[in-house]
């Protein structure tokens, strides 16, 4: 099977499973009321999208685990690799996460969750286990490469150190990109485009399934969450893609291409950080609301338009990435 064609058999696969699991499920999750409780602190016209079916993380999911199982598998066997496989499964984990998390805001009937600490907690074990397996089966080493250099640095044990903040770090900041409607799935659905280029590049098979199968994923849900939105992902699926795009570069053995490729990922996990410093020290407010893209929205920017401006720079730092690192 060439390369193509293993990567588009993945892609439809992953995105009719998607759409096959949407179509059956989203009316379930309406029924026994699943619904997205709306802050009262965030915008108050997306008051309105309160009661939307959320956890639609499962679907995707869903579709990107049963085209793995496929065709991802027989790959990683036949190649000798099972770097995509772990890859994936530390989503799934993470993704459970989310799982917990959305689950215990049904269960409370508000939008409040596990508290930060323990999501922090259970992020850091997965992050672990994530590392050993990689370290344990060499996929990964203590050389940290330089984006646009050929240099690098030898952290020794330091490198696992600062993984565990910087895979928190992204997976959060993924987590808090999904806040409107089609944003957090359009951005990584450029991301993973970028991987799967990268996967054509090194003839990574097992990687380019992964790849395949995470656009073809969010394609299918994407045709529900654009707006008006007629499911969400949840913690479930926004935790998952941070793992999965954060991931992906440390499979690479290349963990900072991430900042670069995933740019706006950093920038909305910036702003709610300096919002926050700013107000608690200057008690004077650098936007309108963070993250930033609520900023964007009360400067009357319509959600779409936010979608697609936001996936274009994604698509123009995703482009600069992989000129640094095929060079």
Request: glycine share 8%.
């Amino acid at each position: 099977m060439t390369q193509a064609i293993q990567f588009f058999i993945s892609l439809i696969l992953s995105l009719a499973v998607t759409l096959i699991l949407e179509k059956k499920y989203i009316p379930a999750l309406m029924r026994i009321k699943m619904g997205q409780y709306i802050l009262d602190i965030g915008p108050r016209w997306h008051k309105s999208k309160e009661g939307t079916p959320t956890m639609g993380g499962i679907f995707f999911i869903g579709g990107i685990f049963v085209t793995f199982l496929v065709l991802g598998v027989y790959s990683a066997v036949k190649y000798g690799d099972i770097s995509s496989a772990t890859v994936l499964v530390s989503a799934i984990l993470f993704g459970g996460i989310g799982f917990i998390d959305d689950f215990t805001k049904f269960v409370k009937k508000q939008n409040k969750g596990l508290s930060a600490r323990a999501k922090l907690i259970l992020q850091f074990l997965v992050t672990a286990v994530f590392l050993f397996v990689m370290k344990i089966f060499g996929f990964i080493d203590t050389t940290l490469d330089l984006p646009f250099t050929d240099k690098s640095i030898e952290l020794g044990v330091v490198y696992y150190i600062l993984s565990f903040f910087f895979i928190a770090f992204m997976v959060n900041s993924v987590n808090l990109t999904d806040g409107i409607d089609g944003l957090a799935g359009s951005v990584t659905l450029v991301i993973t485009l970028f991987f799967s280029a990268i996967a054509f590049k090194l003839s990574d098979m097992p990687f380019l399934s992964l790849g395949g199968a995470t656009v073809g994923a969010l394609c299918g849900f994407l045709y529900y969450n654009i707006n008006p939105a007629r499911i969400f992902m949840g913690d479930t699926g926004s935790l998952f893609l941070g793992g999965l795009v954060v991931g992906m570069a440390y499979k690479l053995n290349s963990p900072l291409i991430i900042l670069v490729a995933g740019l706006w990922y950093v920038i909305e996990a910036v702003s709610v950080v300096l919002q926050v410093f700013s107000f608690k020290v200057f008690k004077k407010r650098i936007f309108k609301m963070s993250p930033i893209h609520h900023h964007f929205e009360m400067c009357s920017w319509t959600e779409n338009q936010i979608v697609r401006r936001f996936s274009l720079f994604t698509a123009l730092m995703c482009i600069l990435s992989y000129f640094a690192f095929v060079i």
